[in-house]
């Protein structure tokens, strides 16, 4: 595996925390039982958890936009004391949780990693899925750096700087949740709050060997969050594993958790060479298929479907689509008076949207409920829809940093597959693939509308046995 430099100095000189071992990649669910036998307090490792944040800031990585030390460990500190009184919320009580620089904190500024609205009013409560975390007992470690505005898959921010890619810092880490998987990857954060319009969960999963679950739109309330586009925004974790992600999920959906990961023989998986399997490269192509191998190995019936339908994306997204036309609705006025402080990447996406009037805005609606209704009576043959989470494996920073045109091609390529699943207002999880010693190659285990928790069941059961192939 390739470890930047810096990284290496990063880990080599981690604080460590007196009389416990390393926490490195543990899950949340290996936490809170540390946490529950008393190996381990919350003020340990929410400590050490900062440490790690500021050594990583101090190497000149960008991964928070900031830190909120003092009250976090407040709040720690509040944990420890209700566990020993017996009073334990949930898994996720006194677990150190990012949090993705758009959603509101009461205190804090929600800049959505942008000039524009650092000098906002700060948030006078907290959005409604931090308050869950609250409420499930998470501690709140800081600010995660993101695509400005959360529009792009890549994760470059010419304001705070661009997280680097955790197992190569050339790459990138993939956006728009980039700081957020960076700070799980590196253990600055048990788990990552973020958001998903397009891919931006599942692509810095993919990208940064991680599990991301991007959930049904509507299972997450998304008040007080800056928003991109009021029909495909979704909110969701990245953390360390598929239970991780589904304690994750219970607490900011206020659904139940997953049920047990079923038997893998006689689940049918199906796949499509149409849209989501054209020009992969050649070791996504190769992880890809392994899986599938190995799941027909272990009894699932692993079938190819045809959806050409999926071929009228790129039309039907030709203007800017859903994102652009309701990213400028809400930008419109802040690009008028604002409009040189964004990154110009950015604001040349949003302005697309400015193109598209009422009629061409009800014609995608109405494109996007003919494409719902198809994907439904195909995709109920099969127990899940698997394809690979980005086409590549993560790009060179260099290149996309200086010239439009290839953060612009690459950036579509690098978009396309994810968010095929939030056009069919669907659910996914991206679980990590790859052979030892691989870049990190993503597997997306999709869903119709409403499926999340019997993804997240079979994703536990794919995950088991990729582990188990590579222990």
Same mark, same amino acid.
């Given at each position: 595996?390739?470890?930047? @430099? ?30 529950? =036998?008393? *190996? ?23 991964? +928070? ?31 150190? #949780?990012? #949090? ?30 931090? /308050?869950?975390? *609250? ?17 792009? @898959? ?25 700081? &957020? ?8 954060? $048990? &788990? ?31 008040? &007080? ?15 360390? =594993? ?8 219970? /607490? ?15 689940? *049918? ?5 149409? +849209? ?8 996504? !192509? ?11 190995? /272990? ?24 994102? $652009? ?16 402080? +964004?990154?110009? !990447?950015?604001?040349? *996406? #949003? ?5 598209? @009037?009422?009629?061409? +805005? ?13 994907? =439904? ?16 494996? $993560? ?77």
């Amino acid at each position: 595996m390739i470890i930047a @430099g810096w990284v290496e100095g990063y880990i080599a000189n981690a604080v460590q925390t007196p009389a416990f071992v390393r926490i490195t990649m543990k899950t949340i669910r290996q936490l809170a039982a540390d946490l529950a =036998s008393g *190996r381990l307090t919350s003020v340990a490792l929410t400590q050490d958890m900062l440490a790690r944040a500021e050594a990583h800031r101090a190497h000149g990585g960008h991964a +928070y936009v900031s830190l909120d030390g003092e009250q976090a460990l407040k709040e720690a500190r509040a944990s420890d004391a209700l566990r020993a009184a017996g009073m334990v919320a949930s898994p996720l009580a006194g677990m150190p #949780i990012s #949090i993705k620089d758009l959603f509101d904190v009461r205190g804090q500024v929600s800049s959505a990693a942008s000039r524009v609205l650092a000098d906002a009013p700060a948030a006078s409560r907290d959005a409604v899925a931090v /308050a869950r975390l *609250r409420a499930a007992g998470a501690v709140l470690l800081g600010r995660t750096n993101m695509s400005e505005f959360a529009f792009s @898959g890549l994760g470059l921010n010419p304001h705070h700087g661009t997280p680097r890619n955790p197992h190569d810092a050339s790459r990138v880490a993939g956006g728009s949740t980039s700081g &957020g998987a960076v700070s799980v990857a590196l253990d600055m954060a $048990a &788990g990552a709050l973020g958001t998903d319009t397009g891919g931006s969960i599942r692509i810095p999963s993919a990208f940064c060997g991680l599990t991301g679950f991007k959930p049904t739109a509507a299972s997450v309330p998304l008040a &007080g969050t800056v928003p991109l586009s009021r029909s495909l925004d979704s909110a969701g974790a990245i953390a360390n =594993s598929v239970d991780c992600c589904a304690i994750l999920h219970a /607490a900011l959906s206020g659904h139940a958790p997953a049920p047990p990961a079923p038997s893998l023989k006689g689940l *049918r998986f199906g796949y499509t060479a149409d +849209y989501v399997g054209a020009n992969l490269e050649p070791q996504v !192509r190769q992880a890809f298929e392994r899986t599938l191998d190995m799941l027909g190995a /272990a009894g699932a019936l692993v079938e190819q479907f045809d959806f050409p339908e999926l071929l009228q994306l790129s039309a039907i997204n030709s203007g800017g689509g859903l994102v $652009a036309a309701e990213a400028w609705h809400w930008h419109r006025d802040l690009l008028e008076q604002q409009g040189a402080q +964004y990154d110009p !990447r950015v604001a040349a *996406r #949003i302005r697309r949207g400015q193109q598209q @009037g009422a009629a061409e +805005y009800l014609d995608l609606l109405d494109a996007r409920a003919h494409l719902r209704a198809i994907a =439904s009576d195909r995709l109920a043959l099969f127990d899940a829809w698997l394809m690979p989470s980005v086409a590549i494996v $993560a790009p060179q920073v260099a290149p996309l940093e200086a010239d439009d045109a290839a953060f612009f091609a690459t950036n579509g390529l690098v978009l396309r597959n994810a968010s095929v699943i939030n056009f069919l207002d669907g659910c996914d999880l991206s679980l990590p693939c790859q052979a030892r010693g691989e870049l990190p190659v993503g597997l997306s285990i999709c869903g119709v509308h409403g499926m999340d928790e019997r993804i997240l069941a079979i994703a536990r059961a794919v995950e088991a046995l990729l582990h188990a192939a590579s222990p």
